[in-house]
Nanobody, 124 residues
Framework: QLQLVESGGGLVQPGGSLRLSCAASGFTFHSYAIGWFRQAPGKEREGISC????????HYADSVKGRFTISRDNAKNTVYLQMNSLKPEDTAVYTC?????????????????WGQGTQVTVSS
């Protein structure tokens, strides 16, 4: 059965770091791009990042560029999101999702399968 399972969320103080993982199963992982989204309470879901199927191309929203790094290990069927210099406005539920391509990565319509999400809270 197709699954995307996020982990690594938690509570961190401003300026701290977290690494999120998106573990995939039930499909040909290396054939798909994987994106990360986040949604804070009362705000719209925001496309944060995307990595191509091979890992050769990465994309970032301006809100996280320079602070977050997406990567993947196709041998482990896992995508990572390294989050540094975290800010309170990064507080959200972070979700990974599957797409054919990263083109239009900020649009939820480009993704056909979603994980359940992991909570990230940045607070002092």
């Amino acid at each position: 059965q197709l699954q995307l399972v996020e982990s690594g969320g938690g509570l961190v103080q401003p300026g701290g770091s977290l690494r999120l993982s998106c573990a995939a199963s039930g499909f040909t992982f290396h054939s798909y791009a994987i994106g990360w989204f986040r949604q804070a309470p009362g705000k719209e879901r925001e496309g944060i990042s995307c990595i191509s199927s091979s890992g050769s191309s990465t994309h970032y929203a301006d809100s996280v560029k320079g602070r977050f790094t997406i990567s993947r290990d196709n041998a482990k069927n896992t995508v990572y999101l390294q989050m540094n210099s975290l800010k309170p406005e990064d507080t959200a539920v972070y979700t990974c999702a599957r797409a054919y391509y990263c083109s239009g990565y900020r649009s939820a319509g480009a993704y056909d399968y979603w994980g359940q999400g992991t909570q990230v809270t940045v607070s002092s």
